[in-house]
């Protein structure tokens, strides 16, 4: 059985960091891309980064570039996504996300999901 756990939430002020990591079980991590995307309220579940398998490779949403960064370590099966001079419309549930690595890294299909985790960002 597949699970993802994300974990680091919380609130925090405006301009202040968060690290959040999504610790994956029943998979062969290193197999599978790994995503982030989060949820606002009231709003549809948005693309916010990617990670490849390997790590080498990332993407990230234009909202979140240059503040965010997603790397990952396989060999502890997380991956973790730091996040920099939050802005209130950060506000979200934070999802990780996981597929097999085959398809491209921008596609927005994920096959495994987690719970979410609430970041709250105060301004």
């Known amino acids: 059985q597949v699970q993802l756990v994300e974990s680091g939430g919380g609130l925090v002020q405006a301009g202040g960091s968060l690290r959040l990591s999504c610790a994956a079980s029943g998979l062969t991590f290193s197999t599978h891309t790994a995503g982030w995307f989060r949820q606002a309220p009231g709003k549809g579940r948005e693309f916010v980064a990617a990670?490849?398998?390997?790590?080498?490779?990332?993407d990230y949403a234009d909202s979140v570039k240059g503040r965010f960064t997603t790397s990952r370590d396989n060999a502890k099966n997380t991956v973790y996504l730091e996040m920099n001079s939050l802005k209130p419309e950060d506000t979200a549930v934070y999802y990780c996300?996981?597929?097999?690595?085959?398809?491209?890294?921008?596609?927005?299909?994920?096959?495994?999901w987690g719970q979410g985790t609430q970041v709250t960002v105060s301004s």
């Open positions: 990670i490849s398998r390997t790590g080498i490779n990332t």
């Open positions: 996300a996981a597929r097999p690595y085959r398809a491209a890294l921008n596609s927005r299909v994920y096959d495994f």
